[in-house]
Structures are given as C-alpha cells and as structure tokens.
C-alpha cells in the first residue's frame, strides 16, 4: 500500500445514455474487457468498478447503465445506480456519440450533474465513425449543456484520444493513500462475470425484446488450477421465450453457451465448463429480492 504523500487518487464515474460506448471506452481504458458490450441499448446494468493504476496515480472508473425512462424496478435501480455513481464521483465523464444530438437522457444527466455541483467532463466518443467536422459540430451541441472543465474526443474502437483523457484526469487526482492494491483491476465477481458473458451473448445472439427480459444468477461456482465449472440460471419471463433461448433441439443455448465458453477460457486461462438452465419467473423485474440477488 503507498503512503499518501506519494501517491493519488481520482473517482471517475462514466455515464451517458445508452449505446454512447461507455463500456467499451473503460475496457479500452483497462485494456482489457471488464464489462459487457453490445450494439443493444441498456447492456449495462449494474455499475461495474475497474481500477487502473499507473505509477502513482490510482484511477477508480465505474461504469454505469445507459441512462433511460425507467419502465420497472429494474429501470428504477439502474437508473438510481447512475445518480449515486455520479454523486460519489471526483469527475463524471459525460459520454455522447459524435454525431448524436441532445436529447431528454441528456438533460436528465445535466440535472444530476447540476444537483451536485459536480464537475465533469463531455467525452465525445465513436470519433472513427465521422469525419471531423461532425465532431465540431457535437461539442457545439453539447458543450452549451453544463460548465464542462474539458471537452474530450475519444474513439473507443482505436483507442485515439484516451492518452489525452488519462492525462487530464490524472492532473484532478487528490494526494490520497491507494484505495485498491495496484494489481486490483475490477469488483465483479467471477461468477457474476461468468453471467454477464452469457447474458453478453444472449444480446448479439437473439432478438431485441429477450435479451433485456432476462437475469442471470449462478447457482455453484468452483474452480482449480485447470478448469472453471460454472452452473447458471437464466431467468425469463415467459414460456415462449423459454423455447427461443432453448432453441430448436437446444441448438441455440448451444451456440451462446459454447461462444460465451470460448471467451471465458481465454479469461481465466483455463478449461471452462458452463451449464446453463432456463427458468420462467414472471416479472422477475419488479421483484425486489431478485433484484438484490442482481446487485441492484
Ligand atoms: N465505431 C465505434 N464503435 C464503438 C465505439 N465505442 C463503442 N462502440 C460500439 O457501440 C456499441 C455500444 O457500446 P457499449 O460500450 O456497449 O455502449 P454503452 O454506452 O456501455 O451501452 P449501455 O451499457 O447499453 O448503456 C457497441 O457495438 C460498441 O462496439 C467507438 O469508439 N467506435
Ligand atoms: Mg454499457
């Protein structure tokens, strides 16, 4: 553990509305996957924390669910989970979409940030996708928004402008003792990560509606030098989509099974074995146990 005088520390909450690569700009950050991606809205859904650090700073992202109306309990809690992130942060990073324009999730985060006088950034990511007038023309938007201490573009594909980001808030980072041991790289537990990886590719695998009708829990979680077993639930709200993610002769879990597998044994480095049982639970959103049970 360093001592405080020679070391420091920055809370960085990331949030936006959903879809702006929130997720994909703190893995680019880590360098390495520390929470889900996909081209779905709402992939994220509980905050997840990854600690970076470098030299003698310690950076403290937490990534947060795209901001959205919510519908249920669980839109509730997702979205209660962003204002406390955001209250708890030295620095939110405000992630929009080059390109996009300011819509209702914008102004509500503004409202957060307002309500705490917090200070923050506007981070314009997906920079690769447009050419650079259009990135003008998105701090134009967005900047008039809130008293924004730096306007950062950023391409969370390429990487390009993530040097700049570390740097800047690096030079926000307070003298403080390390909060995390330096090899700490993020809170979420193997099993829970097992989950998300599944659930990650329930997202590329099947339609719109399923994916964000579902919740995972891992039921046992052991592991040994060599292999990993796994055994989760997914949990869904209706008997018909039971069929669809069993697909036809269980071909479909076969394929999400096999292809979340692949990715967890390049993660832990070992031999993975998931098994995976889909159960009907109505309205498992608005059940405040199983949304405990789910972090939220
Ligand atoms: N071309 C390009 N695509 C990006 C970039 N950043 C993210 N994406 C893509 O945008 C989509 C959404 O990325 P996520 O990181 O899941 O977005 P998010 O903001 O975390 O979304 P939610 O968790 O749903 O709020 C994915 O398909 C990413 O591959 C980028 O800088 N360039
Ligand atoms: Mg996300």
Same mark, same amino acid.
């Given at each position: 553990?360093?001592?405080?005088? /020679?070391?420091?520390?920055?809370? @960085?909450?990331?949030?936006?509305?959903?879809?702006?690569?929130?997720? +994909?700009?703190?893995?680019?950050?880590?360098? !390495?996957?520390?929470?889900?991606?996909?081209?779905?809205? *709402?992939?994220?859904?509980? $905050?997840?924390?990854?600690?970076? +650090?470098?030299?003698?700073?310690?950076? @403290?992202?937490?990534? +947060?669910?795209?901001?959205?109306?919510?519908?249920?309990?669980?839109? *509730?809690?997702?979205?209660?989970?962003?204002? /406390?992130?955001?209250?708890?942060?030295?620095?939110?990073?405000?992630?929009?979409?080059?390109?996009?324009?300011?819509?209702?999730?914008?102004?509500?985060?503004?409202?957060?940030?307002?309500?705490?006088?917090?200070?923050?950034?506007?981070?314009?990511?997906?920079?690769?996708?447009?050419?650079?007038?259009?990135?003008?023309?998105?701090?134009?938007?967005?900047?008039?928004?809130?008293?924004?201490? /730096?306007?950062?573009?950023?391409?969370?594909?390429?990487?390009?402008?993530?040097?700049?980001?570390?740097?800047?808030? /690096?030079? $926000?980072?307070?003298?403080?003792?390390?909060?995390?041991?330096?090899?700490?790289?993020?809170?979420?537990?193997?099993?829970?990560?097992?989950?998300?990886?599944?659930?990650?590719?329930?997202?590329?695998?099947?339609?719109?509606?399923?994916?964000?009708?579902?919740?995972?829990?891992?039921?046992?979680?052991?592991?040994?030098?060599?292999?990993?077993?796994?055994?989760?639930?997914?949990?869904? +709200? !209706?008997?018909?989509?039971?069929?669809?993610?069993?697909?036809?002769?269980?071909?479909?879990?076969?394929?999400?099974?096999? *292809?979340?597998?692949?990715?967890?044994?390049?993660?832990?480095?070992?031999? @993975?074995?998931?098994?995976?049982?889909?159960?009907?639970?109505?309205?498992? *959103?608005?059940?405040?146990?199983?949304?405990?049970?789910?972090?939220?």
């Amino acid at each position: 553990m360093k001592k405080e005088n /020679e070391s420091k520390t920055v809370f @960085v909450t990331i949030c936006g509305r959903p879809n702006a690569g929130k997720s +994909t700009l703190l893995n680019k950050i880590m360098g !390495r996957k520390v929470s889900i991606v996909s081209p779905k809205a *709402q992939t994220t859904r509980v $905050r997840v924390t990854g600690v970076l +650090t470098k030299n003698d700073c310690q950076y @403290v992202f937490l990534d +947060t669910p795209g901001l959205h109306k919510a519908k249920s309990g669980l839109g *509730q809690a997702m979205m209660q989970s962003v204002s /406390e992130g955001i209250e708890n942060a030295d620095i939110t990073l405000f992630v929009v979409e080059a390109g996009d324009r300011v819509l209702a999730a914008e102004k509500s985060i503004v409202r957060m940030l307002r309500a705490n006088k917090m200070r923050a950034f506007l981070v314009i990511n997906k920079t690769d996708t447009v050419k650079p007038p259009q990135v003008l023309e998105t701090i134009a938007q967005f900047s008039p928004l809130y008293n924004f201490e /730096e306007v950062i573009p950023v391409s969370s594909l390429t990487g390009d402008g993530i040097d700049v980001l570390l740097s800047e808030l /690096e030079k $926000r980072a307070e003298p403080s003792f390390f909060y995390y041991d330096s090899t700490f790289v993020s809170d979420m537990p193997d099993a829970k990560y097992v989950c998300e990886v599944i659930r990650e590719k329930m997202l590329y695998n099947l339609g719109l509606e399923i994916p964000h009708t579902v919740a995972l829990l891992a039921d046992s979680f052991e592991q040994n030098e060599t292999l990993v077993k796994c055994s989760v639930t997914i949990y869904c +709200t !209706r008997e018909s989509h039971k069929g669809i993610i069993i697909g036809k002769g269980g071909a479909m879990l076969k394929k999400i099974s096999m *292809q979340a597998r692949l990715e967890l044994e390049e993660h832990f480095g070992k031999k @993975v074995f998931v098994e995976c049982f889909v159960k009907v639970k109505n309205d498992w *959103q608005n059940n405040s146990s199983m949304l405990t049970q789910l972090g939220l």
